[in-house]
Nanobody, 115 residues
């Protein structure tokens, strides 16, 4: 089982990177997929998720309006389009898959926003 995030890196404030989460080793389209982020010394924060059944999405108030989550079940991939990034969005972003009692985490991708 693997969740591999990509798309992070150094971006300027106001930038719009797109993170990807490529999954393998499980039945991807059965799982809800979420994105979390965790800054040093802070708790991991759930920022968005997308359901498997109907594609319904959720966004945390802290980022609502600046991010869009989507999934391509044919490619076993979930995307997080991020817009208007701020320096305070600098942190590691993690992908998470959940189905009943099966839960998997990716290793994370660092996003650094320069002012």
């Amino acid at each position: 089982v693997q969740l591999a995030e990509s798309g992070g890196g150094l971006v300027q404030a106001g930038g719009s990177p797109r993170l990807s989460c490529a999954a393998s080793g499980f039945i991807f389209d059965a799982y809800a997929i979420a994105w979390f982020r965790q800054a040093p010394g802070k708790e991991r924060e759930g920022i968005s998720c997308i359901r498997s059944t109907d594609g319904e999405t959720y966004y945390a108030p802290s980022m609502k309006g600046r991010i869009t989550i989507s999934r391509d079940n044919a490619k076993n991939t979930v995307y997080l389009q991020m817009n208007s990034l701020k320096p305070e969005d600098t942190t590691v972003y993690y992908c998470y898959a959940d189905y009943r009692n099966r839960r998997y985490w990716g290793q994370g991708t660092q996003v650094t926003v320069s002012s």
